[in-house]
């Protein structure tokens, strides 16, 4: 158990639609990752949070976006979603500064499906 | 920008053969390298880490890695594996130039076949 949490596991919605994946990071660690596990892309870095502030971007869509609150929760929500959009979407949480780089201990990650 | 490489993408050991996957990444400075697993259905796992000093680096459940700079490479090595060592096995990087993201390979299925 890496200690990081998310739900839901699974998310069966449909195209145009919107949904909120939530993470929650191991106790004490201040900085939240999200990525995109998918069968062409890879593994793909989306945006990393800091103590609540936004701290570096990576391929994330302008249809996405994503928030850390103050209890260092983390949501990530993708809204007018296509098929394309279907993945497996990890969160990871390092207690290393707001550099990043650190290491990363990962969700078991939400499988989204857009039909 | 940094970029990491997986050249194999699926690879078939019998249980006991000796393992190694190739990664190669591209940056020119300073880098930290990883090598993460994931078993069928569960999260990514830290296998091991380099980050300074002697280049070969060990890890957990016998893997080791070597970090050759003037190659770009920090190989993945295991004497002789396990039918449990099946998982996907990613390489990662992060460089000083690259807001210390990691960026990860592609990624290696490896099946070991009892």
């Known amino acids: 158990d890496s200690g990081v949490t998310q739900t839901p596991k699974h998310l069966i919605t449909a195209t145009g639609q919107r949904v909120t994946l939530r993470c929650s990071p191991r106790s004490g660690d201040l900085s939240v990752y999200w990525y995109q596990q998918s069968l062409d892309q890879g593994l793909q870095f989306l945006i990393q949070?800091?103590?609540?502030?936004?701290?570096a971007k990576g391929n994330i869509l302008e249809r996405f976006s994503a928030q850390q609150f103050p209890d260092l929760h983390s949501e990530l929500n993708l809204s007018s979603l296509e098929l394309g959009d279907s993945a497996l979407y990890f969160c990871?949480?390092?207690?290393?500064?707001?550099?990043?780089?650190?290491?990363?201990?990962f969700g078991n990650g939400t499988r989204l499906t857009v039909t | 920008a940094q970029s990491v490489s997986q050249h194999n993408h699926h690879v078939i050991l019998s249980e006991a053969a000796s393992l190694e996957l190739g990664c190669n990444y591209s940056?020119?400075?300073?880098?930290?390298l990883f090598w993460y697993v994931q078993y069928p259905g569960q999260h990514l796992q830290l296998l091991l880490k380099?980050?300074?000093?002697?280049?070969l680096v060990k890890g957990i459940k016998g893997f080791e890695a070597e970090f050759i700079k003037s190659k770009f490479s920090f190989n993945l090595r295991k004497p002789s594996v396990q039918w449990s060592d099946t998982a996907e096995y990613f390489c990662?990087?992060?460089?000083?130039?690259?807001?210390?993201?990691?960026?990860f390979g592609s990624g290696t299925q490896l099946t070991v076949l009892p």
């Open positions: 380099y980050f300074s000093g002697d280049p």
């Open positions: 990662a990087v992060v460089s000083s130039g690259s807001a210390r993201q990691l960026t």
């Open positions: 940056y020119g400075g300073t880098v930290n």
């Open positions: 949070y800091y103590n609540g502030e936004e701290r």
């Open positions: 990871a949480s390092s207690d290393g500064g707001p550099g990043g780089g650190q290491n990363l201990h």
